[in-house]
């Protein structure tokens, strides 16, 4: 991944420009699937560990660089780590969608290749460049040449059970739902004021391959000054068609709550069920109200 013609860091190039391809790639509706493909590879398994590298490797330049079993390591490897670390956080803040995914992982990449292009403006080297010699491997990593081709295997093998485990069972089909501002922007993790009514945005993604007829429960329920939640209440109940590969955006009126709770809505691919609950619903999106001050 080191290329010094015209002086200038083309690996970093590439995996810039690539991350921005297959974000929107992943993105943008009707792409086709082998497409969606490779996007979801790169994005994965290759340049989140590529920018991990540019930014943190130690570079002195390529008279002896290790071989392939290295690169491929610290790059797998590296790539694991990031989607692994974001997933976990974006789980943990309950804004875990393909949307905010990608977005993430192409910041984070975005970050790793500033930073190495401002240690190859520094440098003179060509980031993406590694270790001196072998022996400096050893002694930088605590690596031999046989546990470097265990860890690039194994953190393949982890990557590619993830990826296993989180693909739905009817072939990479699935449903999206999230919320957005009126400006089409995804609320964020923290509480949103809300003076007097507001209108808010539920958007709807179907990729289950045919026309799905969504039915939507809203509710809210009030939040204890010790986080607890309480019994739902609901405020809200509609239902939406959509084709496959296309997004909906339904408007929904909300009003500012006279104290702290919880804005819940609960999405069926289904009929609704007599008492529409977390547990029973397809997805789920929350989102935490407060009055404003």
């Known amino acids: 991944m080191t290329d010094r013609s015209g002086g200038r860091p083309w690996g970093l190039l590439v995996v810039l ?10 993105l943008a509706p009707g792409v086709p699937r082998p497409i969606e493909w490779v996007a979801a590879v790169g994005l994965l398994v290759v340049f ?8 943190f490797v130690p570079a002195r330049g390529p008279d002896d660089q290790p071989g392939t079993a290295l690169r491929v390591g610290l790059t797998v490897g590296g790539s694991a780590l990031v989607v692994g670390v974001v997933g976990a956080g974006l789980a943990a803040v309950e ?6 995914a990608v977005v993430a992982l192409a910041a984070i990449v975005t970050l790793g290749t500033l930073v190495g292009a401002v240690r190859w403006r520094r440098s ?3 980031i993406l460049d590694w270790p001196a010699s072998r022996a400096d491997v050893h002694d930088r990593l605590g690596l031999s040449t046989l546990q470097t081709v265990v860890l690039a295997v194994a953190a393949l093998a982890l990557l590619g059970t993830l990826g296993v485990a989180a693909m739905p069972a009817s072939g990479g089909s699935y449903s999206e739902v999230s919320l957005l501002d009126t400006d089409e922007r995804l609320l964020g993790p923290g509480a949103l004021a809300v003076d007097g009514s507001t209108t808010l945005l539920v958007r709807i993604d179907n990729h289950e391959g045919h026309t799905v007829t969504y039915h939507v429960v809203g509710q809210r329920q009030r939040v204890g000054p010790d986080g607890a939640v309480g019994d739902p209440q609901e405020i809200d109940r509609f239902e939406v068609s959509i084709d496959d590969d296309t997004v909906a955006l339904a408007e929904r009126p909300i009003d500012a709550p006279a104290e702290r709770s919880q804005l819940r809505y609960l999405v069926y691919e289904g009929s609704v069920p007599a008492e529409p609950d977390a547990s029973n619903a397809d997805l789920v999106v929350r989102q935490t109200l407060e009055g404003a001050a």
Do not use: D, H, N, Q
């Open 48 to 55: 989140p560990g590529a920018a991990l590298v540019a930014a």
């Open 17 to 26: 420009v690539g991350t921005l391809l297959a974000s929107a790639a992943l």
């Open 95 to 100: 804004v875990l969608t393909l949307t905010t």
């Open 124 to 126: 003179g080297l060509a």
